[in-house]
């Protein structure tokens, strides 16, 4: 609709990196169904000088605490109303595309 695309356009940078997770699902992009949550790299000198956040996180870091979220998946969508399905994708350093670590489904 054109509320939706107005708001694209507006975001374009700060959405396009949901736009090739979106697109690795093979999913329409706008309107997105579901829900995607981008995790950020840092390294300890970006990290210094975010304004955001001042820890820094890589890669083996964050691909341990996915693995974490997707041994417990199974059990966290029973309490998620609203979810019926958990994907994790993730893009190592480097690489052009992401890839697909796991899942869970209630279906």
Request: proline letters at 7%; hydrophobic letters at 40%.
């Amino acid at each position: 609709d054109h509320e939706t695309e107005e708001a694209v356009g507006r975001y374009r940078s700060q959405l396009s990196p949901f736009e090739d997770a979106a697109k690795a699902f093979g999913a329409a992009t706008w309107p997105l169904e579901g829900a995607i949550f981008r995790l950020p790299l840092r390294t300890p000198a970006l990290a210094a000088r975010s304004q955001i956040c001042p820890e820094s996180h890589d890669y083996e870091e964050l691909l341990g605490v996915l693995h974490e979220l997707l041994r417990g998946a199974h059990e966290l969508l029973l309490f998620l109303q609203s979810v019926e399905s958990i994907e994790v994708l993730a893009r190592a350093p480097g690489d052009a595309a992401p890839r697909r670590l796991g899942g869970a489904s209630l279906r």
